[in-house]
């Protein structure tokens, strides 16, 4: 007790030393004890009078910044506040110019150690390591995100796409026609499509098959794996699909408890998880040591897995560093390690990147018509084998989705830490100084919806930034403009958007893929994965909303008045699912979802009002 009321003095004297608004709250979301318990005491701090708690108690909630956009900020009168308990501060900011100093100065602002333990269990990787080590990760898998990749990922993405179609037209055949769950459908075929590039292991031929969250206990083997048969002499009670979907759904205890205690943990759900665990250990290590005999048989870019390409890269570089022989760069460990975070990196954000943006398209379907009349005429050439810049695919869908990740940004924070005191320079010229130890939290959502810095790229006066607005991107007479500022969409890493001529907010404004030499390298494989599916999807058919009133029987009895009202309440209902979306949840089918149906293109019964 006395040492939480000294931290606590300590940390409040340190807040008004920064410079910074701060405000007093009684924990961090930072802690364990609070990450596995918080929804209790939430639901408890909640009862007490709203005069106590109305100033703090909403940054205890996960995903405030996506709820309350830059309104707090603004409450504040800065774009960067302190919240302060006996715990650590955490620095919450939104301000263009300081994201920018922090996610460039990585020594200064380092990211935070719990998350390296819930990605680090298969051994150390990119995104993982810091300083001399990130080089070395970064060396090696510098190569993997290279362009002569993308035509794995797009073949892939293709693939499952039509699989997908197929299914949900038959579905919607024998279920009356409403797809109420598109991002449970969506997640499974972006684990597919990532499973299949990263390990060349398909999961399942169609996603029906795919049961996200294995019970405890399910010693179903999935026989179109063939992985069991193919790469392991072990005997598995999981099949590679199953193994891995329980490691997913079990991340934070993987994490968290020691293998030990869940191997001989009462829980049952626990033991599931080390069983998931153990057996998704073996596969990969098992596939990771076959690869280094596929490597040797040199087979061509195109056709080489992102694990063939990782293992080619880590055997045809050395390491300056060393100085004995010449020896590979990464461990076996480290390889698995990587492999495994391109699963966790990619897999969600992508899912995640491609229901939001179909949610909207099917909200605003006169840009989607604009985007298949653009699919339509680039189809043949450039779609049929990806140039590698999936971007240049159609203007007018890389614009929505730029859009559409400025909106529902798929990762709505950027987590760092301070081990020192650091001065930053906000955009309003105010220098301030963020205490040592400090949680810093760059909310991703909120910089994209922050007036301050976005009110240039308003189209007219009715446009806000809280709309669908692809065109923001372009400009005004839909050309392309090459003569922007160097905005975040130059990032050496990222490359594909160099010179192709979409609208380039300041650097710090916009940041789905992060920023900075810590920038997302995936990417392209997003940009490629959700081109294809976009492609797929909408070529023959149009993305609808679901409105129950607006189906054939409904449409005839409605006046033109009335259809009108429908499809607007319809619209800004789904327009408040898409606000209220929990990302991860998502994924688990708990959260409500737009609800959508495939129509026939030409057929379509929602029209422009
Ligand atoms: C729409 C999809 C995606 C989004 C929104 C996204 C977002 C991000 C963000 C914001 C970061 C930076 C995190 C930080 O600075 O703390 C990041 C890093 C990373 N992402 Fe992605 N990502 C996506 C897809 C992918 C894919 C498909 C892959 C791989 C196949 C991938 C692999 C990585 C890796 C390896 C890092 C770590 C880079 C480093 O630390 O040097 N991402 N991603």
Request: charged share 20%; aromatic share 4%; hydrophobic share 40%.
């Given at each position: 007790m006395i040492r939480s009321y000294r931290s606590f003095r300590a940390n409040l004297a340190s807040a008004k030393a920064s410079g910074l608004p701060y405000v007093i709250v009684p924990i961090t979301n930072y802690q364990i004890f609070w990450i596995f318990t918080g929804k209790f005491f939430l639901a408890v701090l909640c009862r007490l009078p709203?005069?106590?708690?109305?100033?703090?108690?909403?940054f205890l909630k996960v995903g405030w910044s996506s709820r309350l956009f830059h309104q707090p900020f603004k409450n504040f009168g800065c774009d960067a506040f302190l919240t302060v308990s006996p715990f650590s501060n955490v620095l919450w900011i939104c301000d263009a110019a300081a994201i920018t100093q922090i996610t460039s100065r990585t020594e200064d602002f380092e990211k935070p150690s719990i998350m390296k333990k819930i990605l680090d269990i298969f051994g150390e990787n990119i995104f993982t390591s810091g300083g001399q080590d990130w080089k070395r990760h970064r060396k090696v898998m510098s190569p993997v995100f290279a362009e002569r990749h993308n035509y794995v990922i797009w073949d892939e993405s293709i693939r499952q796409a039509s699989h997908l179609r197929r299914y949900l037209l038959n579905r919607q055949k024998s279920e009356g026609g409403i797809i109420d769950d598109m991002a449970v459908e969506l997640h499974r075929l972006s684990l597919h499509v990532i499973c299949r590039t990263v390990y060349g292991v398909p999961l399942y031929e169609t996603p029906i098959a795919l049961a996200l969250s294995p019970r405890p206990g399910d010693k179903t083997l999935d026989s179109t794996c063939g992985l069991r048969s193919r790469h392991s002499r072990n005997a598995h009670l999981l099949g590679f699909g199953n193994a891995l979907n329980g490691v997913l759904d079990n991340l934070a205890s993987i994490a968290v408890c020691s293998q030990r205690l869940l191997a001989i943990s009462p829980s049952r759900s626990h033991r599931f998880a080390y069983q998931a665990y153990t057996e998704f250990f073996t596969y990969i290590s098992t596939i990771t040591r076959s690869k280094t005999v596929a490597v040797a048989a040199e087979r061509g870019p195109q056709e080489?897995?992102?694990?063939?390409?990782?293992?080619?890269?880590?055997?045809?570089?050395?390491?300056?560093?060393?100085?004995?022989?010449?020896?590979?760069?990464?461990?076996?460990?480290?390889?698995?390690?990587?492999?495994?975070?391109?699963?966790?990196?990619?897999?969600?954000?992508?899912?995640?990147?491609?229901?939001?943006?179909?949610?909207?398209?099917?909200?605003?379907?006169?840009?989607?018509?604009?985007?298949?009349?653009?699919?339509?005429?680039?189809?043949?050439?450039?779609l049929a084998s990806p140039s590698g810049d999936p971007s240049r695919i159609s203007n007018s869908a890389s614009a929505a989705l730029l859009e559409s990740l400025r909106l529902f940004p798929p990762v709505a924070n950027l987590p760092r830490r301070t081990v020192r005191p650091q001065s930053l320079q906000l955009g309003d010229g105010r220098t301030v100084t963020v205490p040592a130890d400090t949680e810093v939290n760059i909310t991703i959502g909120t910089a994209h919806r922050n007036s301050n810095q976005w009110t240039r790229y308003e189209l007219d006066d009715a446009d806000d930034l809280h709309g669908f607005k692809p065109r923001r991107w372009m400009r005004s007479d839909g050309t392309k403009d090459n003569s922007v500022d160097g905005g975040n969409f130059t990032d050496a890493r990222a490359g594909e958007h160099r010179g192709s001529g979409y609208r380039k907010p300041q650097r710090g404004a916009f940041l789905p893929f992060g920023e900075g030499v810590?920038?997302?390298?995936?990417r392209r494989f997003a940009n490629t994965e959700v081109m294809a599916v976009l492609t797929v999807l909408l070529s023959e058919h149009s993305i609808e909303l679901a409105v129950p009133e607006l189906d054939e029987a409904g449409l005839k009895a409605l006046s033109g008045k009335e259809r009108k009202t429908a499809w607007l309440q319809a619209r800004d209902r789904?327009?408040?699912?898409?606000?209220?979306?929990?990302?991860?949840?998502?994924?688990l089918g708990t959260e409500e979802v737009v609800p959508v149906k495939l129509v026939e293109r030409g057929k379509e019964t929602i029209y422009d009002f």
């Open positions: 709203e005069t106590w708690t109305a100033s703090w108690i909403d080489m897995d992102l694990l063939e390409a990782l293992t080619s890269s880590n055997r045809n570089l050395t390491d300056d560093a060393s100085s004995g022989p010449s020896r590979s760069i990464l461990s076996d460990t480290e390889i698995t390690g990587n492999t495994f975070l391109l699963i966790v990196a990619g897999h969600e954000t992508t899912a995640q990147a491609m229901y939001q943006l179909l949610s909207l398209l099917a909200i605003h379907p006169s840009i989607q018509r604009e985007i298949q009349k653009s699919l339509d005429k680039h189809r043949r050439s450039e810590r920038a997302c390298p995936g789904a327009m408040a699912t898409l606000n209220a979306t929990k990302g991860l949840a998502l994924k």
